[in-house]
């Protein structure tokens, strides 16, 4: 007989975990899990936000609480940048797509294109003004119609105007992106640099990528240089950390 939420949390837990509740299933109402572990209702809705907070469930409404899919895609690090790639046309965020074995569409990735004022962060990497305007490409990417991150990127203007970099048309950018847009105006990347953390979702975020609650995000920034050490973009992403399994290949320096 399990004592308490947590008995009951572990349970549910190791019930998912065993194939018992797959992705996409419905766990039993919560009287009958209840009655199944002699407690309260009010034990059972302790144990199932619980699994909630881990990103194991998550309620639905008019199905009940349904266990989430949790296929990690791999987020490629060095291999997903490989010049072979963008300049053979090929968009940069179908590398984990193709890595993971999940099928993609250019629909699953929309974007907004607009002049926005560089906060410090910004500023201090494309070497601006803070306040001064820039071109910011924000993306939304999903999976099977579920988001798995935004990816926001950032280029002084005088660098991009006029190139398909800045069409708000939604979906990838054809001809390898914006790398591949970089290196027809000369600016091929040829370095960068990767700084990931993690925090807990604005409120915004938690909207934005639907997330459940206590899941928290991460955040990538990239910055992205010419031969000549020149940042030429600036980029920020948000992702649901349950989505990704970081992943990075490198040759280890003398």
């Not at 410090?120 to 601006?128: P, Q």
């Not at 000369?186 to 993690?198: K, L």
Request: net charge negative; charged share 25%; proline share 9%.
């Amino acid at each position: 007989m399990a004592s308490g939420y947590r008995d009951v949390a572990d349970a549910l837990r190791a019930a998912i975990e065993a194939g018992e509740y797959p992705p996409g299933s419905t766990l039993p109402k919560q009287d009958e899990i209840a009655a199944r572990h002699e407690v309260n209702i009010h034990t059972v809705r302790k144990a199932v936000a619980q699994l909630e907070a881990e990103g194991l469930v998550t309620p639905i409404r008019r199905r009940g609480t349904v266990v989430r899919a949790r296929p990690p895609m791999r987020r490629l690090g060095t291999e997903r940048y490989a010049k072979s790639r963008w300049k053979a046309g090929i968009i940069g965020f179908s590398a984990d797509r193709e890595a993971s074995g999940v099928p993609w569409k250019p629909g699953d990735q929309t974007q907004t294109v607009a002049k926005v004022p560089a906060d410090d962060a910004i500023a201090k990497a494309l070497d601006v003004e803070p306040g001064a305007e820039v071109y910011e490409r924000a993306r939304l990417v999903k999976d099977d119609g579920q988001p798995t991150h935004t990816l926001a990127s950032y280029y002084r203007p005088g660098d991009v105007e006029g190139t398909p970099i800045v069409d708000p048309t939604p979906g990838p950018i054809p001809g390898g992106g914006g790398f591949g847009v970089l290196t027809s105006k000369g600016m091929e990347p040829e370095r960068m640099t990767e700084t990931i953390h993690s925090r807990m979702p604005t409120p915004e975020e938690i909207e934005t990528l639907e997330l459940p609650a206590g899941e928290p995000v991460m955040i990538l920034e990239r910055q992205t240089f010419s031969a000549d050490g020149r940042c030429v973009e600036f980029a920020r992403g948000v992702h649901a950390a349950s989505r990704f399994a970081w992943t990075y290949t490198f040759q280890i320096p003398d």
